[in-house]
């Protein structure tokens, strides 16, 4: 019965894209893309545990694996979307890129704090794995790092700039950016323990491979479905009077982007699994701003002014409160996921405000 309603929403689907009916369009792709992205995740899942099981990867290294997949398509939108606004000259477009990126990151965190709230339970806390303590938390330094140094150079170009110049991240730091994460995978992967002591035959890897790819494809139809119906909506000005419209922009496509690592890290806590989520979630901070941001800032131009250099800057100030967060006990408690959410609520409804 549920494929059958499946296939009856896709069906509807494609006839309101034929049909260009936009309201139908914009309907369609938040109930099939929805769809698409929360139930095929429990596939995914399966898939990267019998891998993971298979050939001695932690669950933990899986969960950074799988959000390094999940962002392609993010990567590919941001990257059209910003080499179209820099062929036709449209500043605005780019802006919506950028913070569309960088916004993503703010609902990841926000979503890390339900995670934890979520995975606490009955004991409380939950214990960070090894694996973030010994390599995630030394990229989560340089991330912040790093934007902290390019919200700094922004800001001291326009003071001490003379006349009307725009200015851009340097491609020298975008590509710097993209060699640190390269980096951490390269040394992320040494020498990680196995989580369970499995034997090969035990696993079928034909099933766990299908699994994975039947999860990815549900994941990345969903996330082209659902950003496809909130650019129908910008289009149509539909958050004309609800504040700055590059702002709202910006946050609506990031919480769409963002969509599927919600699915992945909220169905593996709700399922007990720790580490995997965490390690969705955590990977999933440096890789947008160091690995996507800084690759598209290699070949396109990304600008610096007053929108992108507030969301560098409290990007970096979140990142930073997070890791302060884990590095006082080795732990995360139910108190430090609500402090989680609530600052990145606030740094939200100060840009949606429009207090810049």
Same mark, same amino acid.
Request: glycine share 10%; aromatic share 8%.
């Given at each position: 019965?549920?494929?059958?309603?499946?296939?009856?929403?896709?069906?509807?689907?494609?006839?309101?894209?034929?049909?260009?009916?936009?309201?139908?369009?914009?309907?369609?792709?938040?109930? &099939?893309?929805?769809?698409?992205?929360?139930?095929?995740?429990?596939?995914?899942?399966?898939?990267?545990?019998?891998?993971? $099981?298979?050939?001695?990867?932690?669950?933990?290294?899986?969960?950074?694996?799988?959000? &390094?997949?999940?962002?392609?398509?993010?990567?590919?939108?941001?990257?059209?979307?910003?080499?179209?606004?820099?062929?036709?000259?449209?500043?605005?477009?780019?802006?919506?890129?950028?913070?569309?990126?960088?916004?993503?990151?703010?609902?990841?965190?926000?979503?890390?704090?339900?995670?934890?709230?979520?995975?606490?339970? %009955?004991?409380?806390?939950?214990?960070?794995?090894?694996?973030?303590?010994?390599?995630?938390?030394? @990229?989560?330094? =340089?991330?912040?790092?790093?934007?902290?140094?390019?919200?700094?150079? /922004?800001?001291?170009?326009?003071? =001490?700039?003379?006349?009307?110049?725009?200015?851009?991240?340097? %491609?020298?730091?975008?590509?710097?950016?993209?060699? $640190?994460?390269?980096?951490?995978?390269?040394?992320?992967?040494?020498?990680?323990?196995? +989580?369970?002591?499995?034997?090969?035959?035990?696993?079928?890897?034909?099933?766990?491979?299908?699994?994975?790819?039947?999860?990815? +494809?549900? &994941?990345?139809?969903?996330?082209?479905? @659902?950003?496809? /119906?909130?650019?129908?909506?910008?289009?149509?000005?539909?958050? $004309?009077?609800?504040?700055?419209?590059?702002?709202?922009?910006?946050?609506?496509?990031?919480?769409?982007?963002?969509?599927?690592?919600? $699915?992945?890290?909220?169905?593996?806590?709700?399922?007990?699994?720790?580490?995997?989520?965490?390690?969705? @979630?955590?990977?999933?901070?440096?890789?947008?701003?160091?690995?996507?941001?800084?690759?598209?800032?290699?070949?396109?131009?990304?600008? @610096?002014?007053?929108?992108?250099? =507030?969301?560098?800057?409290? +990007?970096?100030?979140?990142?930073?409160?997070?890791?302060?967060?884990? &590095?006082?006990?080795? %732990?995360?408690?139910? =108190?430090?996921?609500?402090?989680?959410?609530?600052?990145?609520?606030?740094?939200?409804?100060?840009?949606?405000?429009?207090?810049?």
């Amino acid at each position: 019965m549920e494929l059958s309603i499946v296939v009856a929403l896709a069906g509807l689907y494609v006839h309101s894209l034929l049909t260009h009916n936009v309201p139908l369009i914009v309907c369609m792709s938040f109930i &099939l893309g929805g769809w698409l992205v929360f139930r095929p995740v429990e596939e995914a899942i399966r898939g990267i545990e019998g891998i993971c $099981a298979a050939y001695g990867i932690s669950t933990y290294m899986g969960g950074v694996l799988i959000s &390094l997949a999940s962002n392609t398509p993010e990567a590919a939108i941001l990257g059209f979307t910003l080499w179209r606004g820099y062929v036709s000259g449209n500043i605005e477009f780019m802006e919506v890129a950028v913070l569309t990126v960088l916004s993503t990151i703010g609902f990841n965190i926000l979503l890390l704090g339900l995670v934890i709230v979520v995975a606490a339970g %009955k004991k409380n806390f939950i214990e960070v794995p090894p694996e973030a303590l010994e390599k995630e938390l030394e @990229l989560v330094r =340089f991330t912040v790092a790093a934007l902290m140094a390019i919200f700094a150079l /922004g800001v001291i170009d326009v003071i =001490f700039s003379s006349g009307q110049r725009t200015f851009y991240i340097p %491609k020298e730091a975008a590509v710097l950016m993209v060699a $640190a994460y390269i980096a951490y995978l390269i040394f992320a992967g040494r020498g990680v323990p196995p +989580t369970e002591e499995v034997a090969k035959e035990e696993v079928d890897i034909r099933k766990s491979v299908i699994s994975l790819i039947v999860g990815f +494809t549900g &994941l990345f139809i969903g996330a082209h479905i @659902l950003v496809h /119906g909130v650019e129908m909506i910008l289009t149509k000005e539909a958050v $004309a009077g609800f504040g700055d419209p590059i702002i709202m922009s910006g946050l609506i496509l990031g919480l769409m982007s963002a969509v599927p690592e919600h $699915a992945v890290a909220l169905v593996g806590a709700m399922k007990g699994q720790i580490d995997f989520p965490l390690g969705n @979630l955590l990977g999933s901070l440096s890789q947008v701003v160091l690995l996507i941001l800084g690759g598209v800032a290699i070949v396109v131009p990304i600008i @610096l002014d007053k929108y992108v250099l =507030f969301q560098i800057l409290i +990007t970096a100030i979140c990142i930073w409160f997070l890791k302060r967060s884990i &590095l006082d006990d080795e %732990k995360l408690d139910s =108190f430090e996921g609500v402090m989680i959410m609530l600052i990145q609520v606030f740094v939200f409804t100060l840009l949606v405000r429009g207090l810049i």
